[in-house]
């Protein structure tokens, strides 16, 4: 199966999923890792399948020999046998355990950080439309399960397979007529197996799914954004109930799951009852013939009580591995995500560079429909969604009449974007919210790349630099300030995990955060809570600050830096910046007149254009975009 295979599969609930060869061999190379633990196992099996064996053909000679001849002497060794048994196949049970534990962790090790790994090499517009809660579904469940079909069903199957075989074996030997009987209901197994496999198996997929939605819904809800939403517009109730009907299809799927497992045990077990029944009537009569003994039936139904289970397990391991395989099916589909932001395999590393950027017409369009994306997770109350109450077709039309002239709304985001920043200068973008100019900033250290046109760094073309070399020259306070659920000292080392202590306090102080933290009960030490949400967004915007500053970078791009700053902590704020702008080169949206002021270029965008562009008195003088923006929004 071709690396998109899993895609449409994934995509369409109506195809069932196929176990080829490609699949098992993509399987196997999982397990290949531990195959001398495999080996290891394979002895132990083999071991504690001679070990059973030898049970019954001691009780055999108890009922037919020992006892009729009152041998206490040899009554006692083998009720000792029988003892020591049981011990011996404890503790090589033991070690099989700690093997298996070792194959299945591991295995889970290696599916987690192969996926983890994949997710950090997706671009961001993979996480613009992908549910977090999916993705977690992918690294918990999914690889659990997945891990399952190596681990347990292949060991299993080995167990069986050699065990099933071995009680074959003793059991022709000791009375090949009854062996025969037994195995007469085999072809019923098969059939059983394949009635209610695929039954099973589409359950479990289900199921997975359904656990995918209700974790998306949970991410977003249990979120502080998403808590403070819900209560905010008084939703509690409302997401209580999207909740439930989540968790109650889990519930369902679960039981309908169950059910099926029922059912096909209960085939399998009233299939070994025949069997057993069988054996027994023409075992019994056989003893009122006197052509058998006693001992030789008992030893003969407790041989066939081992080779039903194994041949049960063996009729349920297509089951259970075809169940497994949606698991890997659903890891595999992330793996095979194609990467759009490459790295060349020869890139060049920027070292030591001036900092000159420079845009080539360059074009972008998001892409608001992606087709390389995980199985979609639908919302409650989302327009795909029929409680929303409105489809595309009641979606009224524009108004051409009526449309505001200053909307930015547009399918292209830039639109031959063509300028040039000199290294160590500052340049101000400026424009309408929506014009484009976060979207310029994304494009420098290749957050997204450019649909036409190419962008370069002192002559280098970006697609031509290596990511990680692009992303130490660049420092980058976002619009929106991240910070993790940690303390304000470990936020702070984030951008350089080498960083002595008295760098830390220093790229604070730059900040004037420094002794805001100071004044704080633990300091440095104070955990910030999930998403920064402990502090003021002056305070988080600072700290963000702080942690640039920290980084050193060649490159500065400030995404409204100071817009939620106040006048006094602003001032301070400015004349950091310009401690730290300089000899740098800076590419600042702002939304400041002190910022626009200190610029040596002004790039002026509109629906995704560069309208104007100069010096502030330069486009003041033109008396255009820039000069009325300067009116109603600086004056």
């Given at each position: 199966m071709h690396l998109g295979g899993w895609h449409s599969y994934l995509r369409s609930g109506d195809e069932k999923p196929r176990i080829t060869r490609n699949l098992l061999k993509r399987v196997m190379a999982y397990a290949g890792a531990y195959r001398w633990h495999l080996v290891g196992m394979l002895v132990l099996i083999?071991?504690?399948?001679?070990?059973?064996?030898?049970?019954?053909?001691?009780?055999?000679?108890?009922?037919?020999?020992?006892?009729p001849a009152k041998d206490t002497r040899r009554l006692l060794q083998l009720?000792?046998?029988l003892l020591a048994l049981p011990a011996l196949k404890g503790g090589i049970r033991v070690?099989?355990?700690?093997?298996?534990?070792?194959?299945?962790?591991?295995?889970?090790?290696?599916?987690?950080?192969?996926?983890?790994?994949?997710?950090?090499?997706?671009?961001?517009?993979?996480?613009?439309?992908?549910?977090?809660?999916?993705?977690?579904?992918r690294l918990n469940n999914d690889v659990i399960g997945a891990q399952n079909a190596i681990s347990n069903t292949i060991v299993n199957i080995l167990t069986d397979l050699v065990q099933a075989v071995a009680v074959f074996i003793v059991m022709?030997?000791?009375?090949?007529?009854?062996?025969?009987?037994?195995?007469?209901?085999?072809?019923?197994?098969?059939?059983?197996?394949?009635?209610?496999?695929?039954?099973?198996?589409?359950?479990?997929?289900?199921?997975?799914?359904?656990?995918?939605?209700?974790?998306?819904?949970?991410?977003?809800?249990?979120?502080?954004?998403?808590?403070?939403?819900?209560?905010?517009?008084?939703?509690?109730?409302?997401?209580?109930?999207?909740?439930?009907?989540?968790?109650?299809?889990?519930?369902?799927?679960?039981?309908?799951?169950?059910?099926?497992?029922?059912?096909?045990?209960?085939?399998?077990?009233?299939?070994?009852?025949?069997?057993?029944?069988?054996?027994?009537?023409?075992?019994?009569?056989?003893?009122i013939l006197g052509t058998l003994t006693v001992g030789t039936i008992v030893a003969l139904g407790?041989?066939?009580?081992?080779?039903?289970?194994?041949?049960?397990s063996l009729a349920n391991a297509p089951v259970e591995f075809s169940t497994s395989v949606v698991s890997f099916e659903r890891v595999f589909e992330v793996l095979d995500l194609p990467v759009e932001i490459e790295e060349k395999e020869q890139a060049v590393e920027l070292k030591d560079i001036k900092g000159e950027i420079r845009f080539e017409h360059v074009w972008f369009e998001y892409n608001d429909h992606p087709k390389d994306l995980l199985n979609e997770v639908k919302r409650f109350g989302s327009q795909s969604d029929s409680r929303a109450g409105i489809s595309d077709e009641e979606v009224p039309e524009m108004d051409e009449e009526r449309e505001h002239p200053a909307s930015q709304a547009r399918k292209t985001a830039l639109l031959d974007i063509d300028f040039v920043i000199p290294p160590g200068q500052l340049t101000a973008l400026v424009g309408p919210s929506g014009a484009g100019?976060?979207?310029?900033?994304?494009?420098?250290?290749?957050?997204?790349?450019?649909?036409?046109?190419?962008?370069?760094?002192d002559g280098h073309d970006l697609h031509d630099v290596s990511l990680k070399s692009l992303s130490d020259q660049i420092g980058m306070v976002t619009q929106e300030t991240y910070l993790f659920h940690?303390?304000?000292?470990?936020?702070?080392?984030?951008?350089?995990?080498?960083a002595s202590q008295s760098e830390v306090f220093d790229a604070a102080k730059a900040a004037n955060i420094h002794n805001f933290i100071s004044d704080l009960p633990d300091n440095y030490k104070t955990v910030v809570g999930e998403r920064g949400y402990r502090l003021s967004g002056g305070e988080k915007q600072r700290i963000a600050l702080a942690?640039?500053?920290?980084?050193?970078?060649?490159?500065?791009?400030?995404?409204?830096?100071?817009?939620?700053?106040?006048?006094?902590?602003?001032?301070?704020?400015?004349?950091?910046?310009?401690?730290?702008?300089?000899?740098?080169?800076?590419?600042?949206?702002?939304?400041?007149?002190s910022t626009i002021l200190a610029a040596d270029q002004i790039l002026v965008l509109n629906r995704g254009k560069i309208a104007e562009h100069g010096t502030h008195q330069e486009l003041l003088t033109l008396n255009g975009i820039y000069a009325n923006l300067y009116r109603t929004q600086f004056q």
């Open positions: 083999l071991a504690t399948s001679g070990l059973s064996l030898l049970s019954p053909l001691i009780v055999r000679d108890l009922i037919d020999k020992t006892i009720s000792l046998a070690l099989e355990r700690r093997l298996n534990t070792a194959v299945g962790e591991g295995v889970i090790f290696d599916l987690r950080s192969a996926l983890f790994s994949k997710f950090q090499q997706m671009p961001l517009s993979f996480f613009t439309h992908t549910k977090v809660g999916e993705m977690v579904s022709t030997t000791i009375e090949w007529r009854l062996t025969l009987i037994s195995v007469i209901i085999l072809p019923l197994f098969i059939i059983a197996s394949r009635m209610l496999g695929g039954k099973l198996r589409d359950a479990a997929r289900e199921q997975m799914e359904a656990n995918s939605g209700m974790n998306a819904l949970i991410n977003e809800t249990l979120n502080i954004g998403g808590a403070l939403l819900v209560k905010l517009f008084g939703q509690q109730s409302t997401e209580t109930s999207h909740f439930r009907d989540r968790a109650g299809r889990v519930r369902d799927l679960g039981i309908k799951r169950a059910v099926y497992g029922s059912v096909f045990f209960v085939i399998i077990s009233l299939l070994s009852a025949v069997g057993t029944a069988l054996v027994y009537g023409f075992g019994g009569y056989q003893v407790s041989y066939l009580g081992m080779l039903y289970s194994s041949l049960q100019k976060t979207t310029i900033t994304y494009l420098i250290p290749r957050l997204y790349d450019p649909t036409r046109g190419r962008i370069l760094i940690d303390s304000i000292y470990a936020n702070l080392l984030f951008a350089r995990p080498d942690r640039v500053i920290l980084r050193d970078p060649r490159i500065l791009i400030l995404d409204e830096a100071t817009s939620s700053l106040d006048s006094q902590s602003e001032a301070l704020i400015q004349e950091a910046l310009k401690r730290v702008m300089a000899g740098r080169t800076s590419l600042v949206i702002a939304h400041r007149l």
